[in-house]
């Protein structure tokens, strides 16, 4: 039973065409981030929300929408793709804010923008 | 501004042996120190983290060291086995700012 799962794991589009990746987590926490993995290789937090609430909006361009129906999801919606908006996106969770910043992420949706 | 430095990007280590990864680090208002470890097509794994009060922590064959006065920490595996082949991210986490930074990375791979 996947704890934090993401749909779609691979996503193929055109540039200019809008996209949501889903997640979902059933571990009961209620803090829940995006992290982007670029070509570097470097994860970087895109956003995190508490019991839907926005926490953490990093230097994010304000096509990316993050949406958090009930704290046991959060979705990502991209507008307007880019070439550079291929990357790996990952979504995690924690129990708790103000903990001692262990995650449990889902297994990646590779997004790759034509 | 990269806080965190994994300078090595791949290590390769000889089952049994001890592999050794390294991370430095810019930011002194860092709480923990935690290591993630990834395999391909996963999600980082949490592995082990250490407070910023201490300068070692240890669990099974796992060990990490943190020098605050250096910054940095370096994580130990002894003896190596051939299933610790990922990659390996040092992560620090700050509780004011509430997010883990990591690093790029090291790959490390055990020989059989």
């Known amino acids: 039973d996947t704890a934090v799962s993401q749909t779609p794991k691979y996503l193929v589009t055109q540039m200019g065409n809008d996209k949501s990746i889903k997640c979902e987590q059933n571990l009961g926490h209620d803090t829940m981030y995006w992290y982007k993995q670029d070509s570097k290789k470097f994860l970087k937090i895109m956003f995190s929300?508490?019991?839907?609430?926005?926490?953490i909006n990093e230097t994010v361009p304000n096509r990316f929408s993050p949406k958090s129906p009930d704290k046991a999801h959060l979705n990502l919606h991209i507008n307007s793709l880019e070439l550079g908006d291929s990357a790996v996106y990952f979504c995690a969770s924690s129990h708790t804010t103000g903990g001692a910043g262990e995650l449990f992420f889902g297994e990646g949706s590779r997004l790759t923008v034509l | 501004d990269q806080q965190v430095k994994q300078n090595s990007p791949s290590l390769s280590v000889q089952e049994g042996r001890i592999s050794i990864l390294n991370c430095d680090y810019t930011n002194s208002m860092f709480d923990y120190f935690l290591w993630y470890k990834k395999y391909p097509a996963e999600g980082p794994t949490f592995l082990i983290s250490?407070?910023?009060?201490?300068d070692k922590n240890e669990d099974g064959r796992f060990t990490v060291f943190l020098n605050k006065s250096a910054k940095h920490l370096s994580l130990h595996i002894v003896p190596s086995q051939p299933g610790d082949s990922a990659v390996y991210f040092c992560?620090?986490?700050?509780?004011?700012?509430?997010?883990?930074?990591f690093g790029q990375g090291t790959r490390l791979t055990i020989n059989p």
């Open positions: 250490i407070s910023s009060i201490k």
């Open positions: 929300y508490n019991n839907k609430e926005l926490i």
């Open positions: 992560a620090p986490f700050s509780q004011g700012a509430q997010k883990l930074v």
